[in-house]
């Protein structure tokens, strides 16, 4: 039995909105789906929702959904580009990483901040094939909800050799200071040594175990 015009329209428009989904997807990055930061969810489920919409109603306008997600993926995109400009705007949009366990010792305090659980906690270990709590060192809530763990059997000395950034995009990093007992002044101080008196013009930052600087400047090839 042949198709009518509106069957024909119908799947059109679902070709069509196929076709602008995966450009708009290519266009605003490549990221895995548990990577996605609240932005980016956002604005995949309203495109999902536009597009319904005009396969739904063939009768309306194909430029009353194809605007709609052109300006989605502008808005997607100039978050982006501020974010990476100010970083304070990055953590109020993305959060930031929740430190869930600091040399072995649980952080009550962030996990009700967080809102989570120990059984929340436990599941994620065992997702990641960590018997215990106890082998833990370090345990990091990421910004999409994973766990990211280290446990302590991989250094000589017990601990997990997790090097924590002192310096990320030019902001020095008070919470890795404190963890290594050091202050800003010094890390000033030590930046100046290395040759980098200007703390802004740094992208990264490390220092490891064995006392070895890693330093990133802005910009640079």
Not at 15 to 30: A, C, P, Q, T, W
Not at 46 to 66: C, G, N, Q, Y
Request: glycine share 6%; charged share 30%; aromatic share 8%.
């Amino acid at each position: 039995m042949l198709l009518d015009t509106l069957e024909w329209s119908i799947i059109g428009r679902t070709i069509l909105s196929y076709i602008v989904i995966v450009i708009i997807f290519r266009l605003m990055g490549k990221r895995e789906i548990g990577e996605l930061s609240i932005i980016d969810l956002v604005v995949y489920l309203m495109l999902a929702e536009i597009a319904v919409f005009s396969i739904e109603d063939p009768s309306s306008h194909l430029l009353h959904f194809i605007v709609p997600m052109v300006i989605l993926l502008i808005i997607q995109r100039g978050t982006a580009l501020l974010s990476l400009k100010f970083p304070k705007m990055r953590d109020f949009m993305e959060g930031k990483p929740s430190v869930i366990i600091s040399r072995g010792k649980i952080d009550e305090h962030e996990m009700r901040k967080q809102r989570y659980s120990f059984s929340d906690l436990q599941q994620q270990l065992r997702e990641k094939g960590t018997k215990s709590v106890q082998d833990v060192d370090f345990a990091i809530l990421e910004t999409s909800g994973e766990l990211s763990v280290f446990e302590k059997q991989d250094t000589e000395d017990g601990s997990s050799g997790f090097v924590q950034p002192l310096i990320i995009d030019g902001e020095i990093q008070q919470k890795a200071l404190d963890y290594i007992d050091k202050t800003a002044s010094w890390l000033r101080g030590e930046m100046k040594r290395h040759g980098h008196p200007d703390i802004g013009r740094i992208s990264y930052c490390t220092l490891d175990q064995d006392h070895n600087w890693y330093i990133d400047r802005k910009d640079e090839r």
